[in-house]
């Protein structure tokens, strides 16, 4: 090993490699309209890539990761709009289903850990910072917690942010979407 090689481990081994993966992968779920049925095998390959993820990053000298969970994707306008209740609550059922993924992701992560020696990690928790701030939205400054500051319809998620006629707020600091 050359003493450059040997210093660029050396560094690898002190780095924190953070990981955010899978809210895209839930709406294209939640869009499939795919059953509580469909979790598990959803979970399976979830899982999967982040394993991977963790595995070739480790492999390569890595060992401190930061993994981010899955928000509460029921809180989402683009999700809350297909519920009655939207304004005024979060989809549950769609928020069960992340709180799943993030529990397995928790396990997962934890036997990864055992099987990797001199792995550490910490999973840090998107899902319980939005619904903090969706439940208390005056101690993080919001006003809005439910629409989007951007787009058409309905919670501002009936039409994409650059849609002819999309509407956007007077002050985006206010709206966490």
Aim: hydrophobic share 40%.
């Amino acid at each position: 090993m050359t003493e450059k090689s040997s210093g660029i481990d050396a560094l690898l081994s002190k780095s924190l490699f953070l990981i955010s993966d899978g809210g895209n992968d839930f709406f294209a779920f939640l869009r499939q309209n795919l059953t509580a049925s469909d979790a598990p095998s959803f979970y399976a390959d979830m899982l999967s890539n982040y394993t991977k993820h963790v595995q070739t990053l480790y492999q390569l000298g890595a060992r401190r990761f930061g993994i981010v969970d899955v928000p509460p994707i029921g809180c989402v306008p683009a999700v809350r709009v297909t519920s009655p209740d939207g304004e005024t609550a979060c989809v549950e059922a769609a928020n069960a289903l992340a709180r799943g993924f993030n529990d397995a992701l928790g396990r997962a992560m934890a036997k990864l850990a055992a099987a990797l020696p001199g792995m550490r990690y910490s999973v840090g928790s998107s899902y319980n910072l939005i619904t903090f701030i969706t439940e208390h939205p005056e101690a993080a400054g919001f006003k809005d917690v439910a629409s989007a500051c951007c787009g058409g319809g309905r919670l501002g998620a009936q039409a994409w942010c650059g849609a002819p006629n999309a509407t956007y707020c007077a002050n985006r600091n206010d709206h966490v979407y």
